[in-house]
C-alpha cells in the first residue's frame, strides 16, 4: 500500500471470528517474516483495525493514524525524512485460536507535503498587468505549501527542492517573468541577427516588458442569458416577433415549455425545452418511486406575437396496462401500493408562418403500482395550419435533422415503405426486438442477438441472417426530400443494393461442425445528401442516393465444457451513415495551381497575393484610415532604409559635414 488506508473483504461467516493486526518484523539470518499468532489485537503502532459484518462478507478497513506532514523546522509530530512509514503488517481473521485467513500488507508510504492548515478567506489583490507582473512566481498556485516543481515557491524547503531540483518549471511559469525579447538591443537570443536590427531594435529595461500583459483592451461581451429563464422585459410591447425554426417555446411565466425527452446518454431528461417545429416521440421508463408529474396543463405557452393561448386537453384513461408495464416484481397483496399515473402525452401544435395558433393535448391516465416499471410515452407534432389532411407541410422541404426518412415501395400497389433499425428489449434477441425509424442526420447502430445451434446448417443460417437485415429495409425507393410525393418519381431516389458474397466452399461440414464462413452479420446503409438551398436562412437538404451493402463474418460456435444440446449467440448489426457532398462538384485545379504551390495560401503558411491584404478594404481589423497611415508610415521607413543602405548617401553624408 502506498496511501494511508487500505480496504479488504473477508468472505464467509464472521460469527465468533476474531480480527487482529500485529506489526511483522523479518528475521535478519532466514530473511522471512515471524510467526503470527491470535493473541493480537485491533491496534498495533499506529495503526488501526476496524471490521463492518455482513451476512456472507465483512469489510477490513486498515488506517494510519499518525501525521504525515514532512517537518519543518522546529516542528515534532511529523516525519523526517520524505520515505515516511515503511513497515510490514499482518491482518488475521482467527476463531477459536484458529487462523481461517491471513492478510499480509507491505507499507511504503512517503510524507505529504500539502498544506493541511487554516487558510486565509482574504481576497487577493491583482494589480493591473499592464504595469505589473501578476506574480514573482506564477507556477505558486498553493497557499502555505510547497508546490511540486516549483522552485521558486517560498514554501518549499531545501529538503523538498532536493525531491524535484532537476524538473523545475522554466520560463516565464516557472518564476522568469522578465526575460529578455528578441527585441531588445541587448538581448543575444536570436541566431541570425539582421543588419538592420542595430536600427529597429528596442532601447527598454525589463521592467517595461511584452510579458507584464495585455496592452489592448478589447470590447467586452455581453453575459449570455442562463438557460431555462427568459430575461423579463420591462419596457411595454410583444415579447417576440414570432419564432423561427429550432427556438425554444417560451411559457406566460418566461420559462421554457419543457417535456420529457431523450438526452445523448439515452437516458431521459424530464426538463427539456420543446423546440419549434421539431418532431419528437420519446419513450422513459420510471416507476412508483421515482415517478415524477411534468409541467400543468394548465400553463399558457406564448404564441410568438406575445399573446398567450391555452391548451385544449382531453383526458383519457387506459384499463390495461399490460402494453405498458414491461417489468413488474411479485408481491404480496398487502403490500401493494398504486397510484394514478401519466402514461402518454401526445402534443400537437398547430402552426402559421412564425406562430402557434393552438395547441391540443392528449393526455392518458393509468395506474401504476409499487414494483412495477412503466414506459412513459411523449410525442409532439407540429401540424401547418394551411394543411388539408394529416400529412405534413413544413414551410422548408427539405429534410431536418432528427426526422425519419422516407421510404416508399414504388414496384408495389401499395407504395407504403419503410427504413428502420432495430430497437432490442428484454434478452436483446432479434425475434423480441422491434424497430424504430431511421432519423435523417443521425448515424445510429444497432443490432440484436441470433440463437444458434451447433448443427445449423451453414445455408440456412445464411439466409435467416439476410432476412432478418432485409426486414429492416421494406422499400426500393428513399424520398429525397421531406415531401416527397408518391405520384412524382423524380422525388424519390432508387436503393443501390450490394449483395452478399458468399464462397462456394461450405467448411461447416465433416469435421468443422459449428464453424459457417461469409454470414452477412452486419449491415450498412449509407445515405449520401447535400445542401441545395436554404428557406428563411434554415439550409434545405435532400437527400441524393443511399447505398446498402453488408460485411460477412466466420461464425463458430462458443460453448463451455459440452457442446452437447447448447445454443450459442450470433449478434448480427445494422449501421446508417450520413455522408454529406458539395451539392455541385468543385471546380477542378488548374495545371499552375497544381504545380505552383508557393502562391496557394491554403497550402502554404507564407501568403505572397495576400502581402497588401491590410490595406485594402477588406480589412476590418482597424479603421481604413488607421491601416492607410501605418502601411505608408512603414513604406516610408522601408525607403529611408534602403537610401542610408546606398554607397552614395554615405558619401553624401561625409561631404556635407565637411
Known amino acids: 500500500m502506498s496511501g494511508p488506508r487500505v480496504n479488504s473483504f473477508f468472505l464467509g461467516n464472521s460469527s465468533g471470528v476474531n480480527f487482529s493486526i500485529i506489526l511483522s518484523s523479518v528475521d535478519e539470518d532466514t530473511g522471512k517474516l515471524q510467526l503470527a499468532n491470535c493473541s493480537g489485537s485491533k491496534r498495533a503502532g499506529d495503526w488501526n483495525l476496524n471490521v463492518t459484518s455482513g451476512v456472507n462478507t465483512s469489510k477490513v478497513i486498515i488506517s494510519l493514524t499518525r501525521n504525515l506532514q514532512l517537518c519543518l523546522p522546529n516542528a515534532t509530530d511529523c516525519c523526517t525524512t520524505p520515505l515516511c512509514v515503511v513497515e510490514t503488517l499482518q491482518v488475521l481473521a482467527c476463531r477459536d485460536s484458529v487462523m481461517l485467513a491471513r492478510l499480509l500488507i507491505q507499507a511504503e508510504i512517503y510524507a505529504n507535503s500539502s498544506f493541511t492548515g487554516n487558510v486565509s478567506e482574504n481576497a487577493t489583490i491583482i494589480l493591473n498587468q499592464v504595469f505589473w507582473p501578476l506574480g514573482s512566481c506564477p507556477c505558486d498556485l498553493t497557499a502555505g505549501a510547497c508546490d511540486v516543481r516549483c522552485c521558486c515557491d517560498p514554501e518549499c524547503t531545501p529538503d523538498l527542492k532536493q525531491l524535484f531540483n532537476g524538473s523545475c518549471f522554466t520560463g516565464v511559469f516557472g518564476g522568469d517573468i522578465n526575460p529578455p525579447f528578441d527585441q531588445l538591443c541587448s538581448s543575444n537570443s536570436m541566431e541570425c541577427i539582421p543588419d538592420w536590427f542595430p536600427f529597429l531594435c528596442v532601447q527598454s529595461s525589463l521592467d517595461n516588458t511584452p510579458f507584464l500583459g495585455y496592452f489592448y483592451h478589447g470590447s467586452t461581451s455581453t453575459p449570455r ?36 425527452q431523450q438526452s445523448m446518454a439515452g437516458q431521459c431528461v424530464g426538463n427539456a425545452p420543446v423546440a419549434y417545429l421539431q ?20 400553463v399558457r405557452i406564448n404564441s410568438g406575437t406575445g399573446d398567450f393561448i391555452q391548451q385544449n386537453v382531453i383526458y383519457r384513461t387506459i384499463t390495461d396496462m399490460g402494453k405498458f408495464i414491461t417489468e413488474g416484481e411479485s408481491l404480496h397483496i398487502a403490500e401493494v401500493v398504486c397510484q394514478n399515473v401519466t402514461v402518454a402525452e401526445h402534443y400537437t401544435f398547430i402552426w402559421k408562418d412564425k406562430n402557434i395558433e393552438q395547441i391540443n393535448v392528449t393526455v392518458f391516465l393509468g395506474s401504476l403500482c409499487d414494483g412495477e416499471i412503466l414506459t412513459q410515452r411523449f410525442t409532439v407534432k407540429f401540424l401547418s395550419l394551411n394543411s388539408t389532411n394529416a400529412e405534413e407541410l413544413f414551410g422548408n422541404p427539405g429534410y431536418q435533422v432528427g426526422k425519419p426518412v422516407r421510404a416508399a415501395n414504388l414496384n408495389a400497389s401499395d407504395t407504403f415503405g419503410s427504413l428502420n433499425i432495430w430497437q432490442p428489449a428484454g434478452r436483446g434477441l432479434c425475434m423480441s426486438a422491434t424497430y424504430t425509424p431511421v432519423l435523417f442526420g443521425l448515424d445510429s447502430l444497432s ?40 405520384s412524382d418519381l423524380d422525388d424519390w431516389v432508387e436503393i443501390i443494393r450490394l449483395d452478399p458474397f458468399h464462397s462456394d466452399a461450405n467448411v461447416s461440414t465433416g469435421s468443422l461442425k459449428g464453424i459457417c464462413p461469409d454470414i452477412p452479420a452486419n449491415l450498412n446503409i449509407h445515405i449520401i445528401f447535400a445542401d441545395v438551398g436554404a428557406v428563411q ?55 499552375s495551381q497544381i504545380n505552383y504551390t508557393e502562391f496557394d495560401c491554403n497550402r502554404n503558411d507564407v501568403c505572397w497575393p495576400q502581402l497588401f491584404y491590410p490595406l485594402t478594404r477588406f480589412y476590418t481589423g482597424e479603421p481604413y484610415s488607421q491601416s492607410l497611415a501605418k502601411g505608408l508610415s512603414l513604406a516610408f521607413l522601408v525607403l529611408l532604409a534602403a537610401i542610408m543602405s546606398n554607397p552614395w548617401f554615405s558619401k553624401l553624408w561625409n561631404s556635407s559635414l565637411v
Open 225 to 260: 442569458v442562463p438557460p431555462f429563464k427568459i430575461p423579463l422585459q420591462t419596457s411595454p410591447g410583444r415579447l417576440f416577433t414570432g419564432y423561427s425554426q429550432g427556438d425554444p417555446i417560451i411559457t406566460e411565466e418566461n420559462e421554457y415549455f419543457t417535456i420529457p
Open 279 to 298: 418532431n419528437f416521440d420519446v419513450k422513459c421508463l420510471t416507476n412508483l418511486a421515482s415517478y415524477k408529474e411534468g409541467l400543468p396543463h394548465d
Open 447 to 486: 443490432g440484436c442477438v441470433l440463437e444458434v445451434g451447433i448443427n445449423e446448417d451453414c445455408s440456412l443460417l445464411r439466409g435467416n441472417v439476410t432476412e432478418k437485415l432485409n426486414s429492416l429495409i421494406q422499400a426500393t425507393h428513399i424520398g429525397k426530400r421531406d415531401n416527397s410525393s408518391y
Open 537 to 591: 436562412g434554415i439550409p434545405r437538404q435532400e437527400i441524393l442516393a443511399v447505398q446498402i451493402s453488408y460485411s460477412t463474418v466466420t461464425w463458430q460456435f462458443q460453448c463451455g465444457l459440452t457442446c452437447e444440446n447448447s445454443i450459442s449467440f450470433l449478434p448480427i448489426t445494422a449501421s446508417v451513415q450520413f455522408i454529406k457532398v458539395p451539392a455541385q462538384p468543385p471546380i477542378p485545379m488548374t495545371s
